[in-house]
């Protein structure tokens, strides 16, 4: 869920210490207060024109899940710019190769299928923190680019299909996704595929139709229009949590070279473990090879 309240005094884990189980920070509410997400169980939908802050939100996670001791990233950025920083510190980066992209893809739906087969054997449903199987974040900056610029249609179609299955099967497995867009169209969002994410994200948009298409329909006509963003005002955004009501926030923005630190230290901090899996776990990532 999302959620703003006081900044908590104690039991919030810092630094390396941090679990994708653990909430996480995205930015302050039009009142001031501190907005956390719980992202495990959940998958997150950014839209909005260039520039509105998408990747500030992107960065905001990755730097969570790059300092998570239970995390492994899997980043796609058809640019190469907005996450190239957290390549040192993901398992998987691509770039604009529509072919290597389905590659992962395709192995991330057999990592999930084993980890619903092991799930099945144990009589469970869902991923738990004891486990001691890390959360693989899957991070996509321009869905469109894979879905609609690049690649055959059979290619583009195959990248919806399997981006589909992940959103929709992933979150129980342990396998969330948080994906942006600068083209909030029917054709890039299927109603079908943005129901799909637990969390969305309207930033400004240039239309109320594009806002409904992020955020759900009818919400622009209740007052919830990312049109109503000013364009100098980046970062700012209306989120929704499945069941709720758009909320004003404003996304926590890292500077390139807050990132860049971050990142370093990270991918220092993963050195032994990062092309192997920790022990006593499965090391399904690597077996899905």
Same mark, same amino acid.
């Given at each position: ?68 001791? $239970? ?5 796609? $950025? ?212």
């Amino acid at each position: 869920m999302t959620t703003t309240a006081p900044a908590p005094t104690s039991g919030v884990p810092v630094g390396p210490g941090l679990s994708m189980f653990d909430p996480i920070f995205v930015g302050i509410d039009e009142f001031g207060q501190p907005v956390y997400i719980t992202l495990a169980y959940r998958n997150l939908l950014a839209g909005g024109e260039p520039g509105g802050g998408k990747s500030g939100l992107l960065n905001c996670i990755a730097a969570h899940a790059a300092l998570a001791v $239970d995390s492994r990233l899997v980043l796609l $950025d058809g640019k190469l710019v907005e996450l190239g920083q957290w390549e040192d510190v993901a398992d998987a980066f691509i770039g604009p190769d529509i072919t290597e992209a389905l590659t992962v893809l395709r192995r991330l739906q057999v990592v999930m299928n084993n980890r619903y087969a092991w799930l099945r054997a144990h009589g469970r449903r869902k991923l738990t923190a004891a486990d001691g199987l890390s959360v693989i974040t899957v991070l996509v900056d321009e869905i469109a680019f894979y879905s609609a610029t690049v690649g055959s249609k059979q290619e583009q179609e195959e990248f919806v299909a399997l981006l589909r299955d992940l959103v929709a099967r992933g979150r129980a497995a342990g396998i969330p996704v948080v994906a942006a867009t600068q083209r909030p169209s029917f054709d890039i969002i299927p109603t079908s595929l943005r129901d799909l994410f637990g969390y969305r994200a309207a930033f400004r948009c240039t239309t109320p139709n594009s806002s409904n298409i992020v955020l759900g329909h009818g919400w622009a006509e209740q007052g919830y229009s990312a049109t109503d963003i000013q364009p100098t005002n980046q970062g700012a955004a209306y989120l929704i949590a499945e069941g709720g009501v758009p909320r004003r926030i404003k996304v926590a923005y890292l500077s390139d070279s807050q990132i860049a630190g971050i990142a370093d230290y990270a991918a220092w901090t993963r050195r032994p473990t990062r092309l192997s899996a920790p022990a006593g776990t499965a090391g399904d990532w690597e077996m899905a090879a």
